[in-house]
């Protein structure tokens, strides 16, 4: 049983799984120009692009960029029920704290722990000091309007909203998945730390298959609802908005993070210029297939429109659930 688990080079080729060495040399450093990296590493300037290209994304409340001006995070959210406070150049979910409701100088997480404004300014502190940062440079928080999740996902995720991570090629969707946080992850919708991974099918929407630490679930560990259930809604506005990623950026291989706002419909959260290999265990299917076909399809002379490189895609990489 235990070495049921692990398997040979040999068969992960065999089925297109993609390795680290592989992404990083044949697709990240062939298809994605270094100097564009800080559009997507700085979750600011990501934000900015965004927005002049259309995109719908959480609004923003404020930025705090300096210790002399930490304490004046109480003032700045006084008039929001819930927000988010982030550093601007995070990754994997680190430094994110998440306040649902605030009154009297307590503030509630979504699992119900309470803490004071001295643990907010602190979290702050930290932040500027590039404690949750790619390399550990010093950063500015980025302080947001909660995400209204749709209540279509009640009972998918918990203590967190959901995420949607899809895989961009050259400007084609190739590959998605929903990442559905858990209590074992702290309500943060990271794989590694125990979050659900389902993978979702680019036809349809609809789930196909989910893990959790790499291993196939079919319920929620906590709320017990059943995953094969799960159908996004909205899914081809989405995978458009997640397509168009491509022309905001200019990077040729990215993973755009999608969530869907209950008023406001499919977001974009963050884009990623090295977006990890877990959407493929999350899929039950290797990625090479796919950005092969894609790359076999050369340079057009014009370059279709988003919405006519998500049908390509969905005609052809559709899947069939394997629930």
Same mark, same amino acid.
């Given at each position: ?5 692990y ?14 060495? $592989? ?22 300037k990501?934000?900015i692009?965004?927005?002049r290209?259309g995109?719908?994304?959480?609004e ?12 004046e ?20 979910? $680190?430094g994110?704290?998440v ?9 509630? $997480?979504p ?6 404004k ?5 979290h702050i ?11 550990g440079k010093?950063d ?8 209204q ?30 990442r ?13 730390q ?38 996004v809604?909205n ?41 990890g290999l ?5 899929n ?17 002379? $014009? ?13 052809q ?7």
């Open positions: 049983m235990f070495l049921s688990r398997t040979t080079p040999w068969r992960l080729r065999e089925r297109g799984i993609m390795g680290m060495n $592989k992404r990083n040399h044949s697709y990240i450093g062939r298809y994605n120009d270094r100097s564009l990296y800080p559009l997507v590493d700085d979750k600011l990501t934000k692009i965004a927005q290209a995109a719908t994304v959480p923003l409340i404020g930025v705090i960029r300096s210790q002399v001006h930490v304490k995070i109480h003032d700045m959210v006084r008039d929001w029920p819930g927000f988010v406070i982030k550093p601007a150049q995070g990754s994997g979910g $680190k994110i704290l306040i649902i409701k605030h009154e009297n100088g307590l503030y509630t $997480k699992s119900g722990a309470v803490i004071n001295q643990d907010v300014e602190r502190t930290n932040t500027l000091a590039g404690l949750f940062s790619l390399g010093n500015v928080a980025m302080v947001e309007n909660l995400i999740f749709d209540n279509v996902f009640d009972g998918f995720s918990f203590e967190g909203v959901p995420d949607i991570r899809v895989i961009v090629f050259k400007g084609y969707p190739v590959m998605a998945m929903m559905c946080s858990t209590a074992a992850s702290d309500g943060k919708a990271n794989l590694h125990g979050a659900v991974g389902v993978g979702i099918d680019i036809a349809s929407g609809k789930a196909v298959r989910a893990v959790q630490f790499n291993l196939p679930v079919e319920r929620h560990p906590d709320t017990e609802r059943l995953l094969s259930e799960l159908t809604p899914w081809l506005k989405l995978l458009e908005l997640a397509a168009s990623a491509w022309e905001m950026t200019g990077l040729g291989y990215l993973g755009t993070d999608m969530v869907l706002d209950k008023v406001k419909g499919p977001m974009v959260l963050e884009l990623n210029a090295r977006p877990a959407i493929q265990t999350a039950g299917c290797g990625l090479l297939p796919r950005l092969h076909h894609i790359e076999s399809l050369g340079t057009p002379s $014009k370059m279709p429109s988003p919405a006519e490189r998500v049908a390509y895609a969905a005609e990489f559709g899947a069939k659930p394997q629930f």
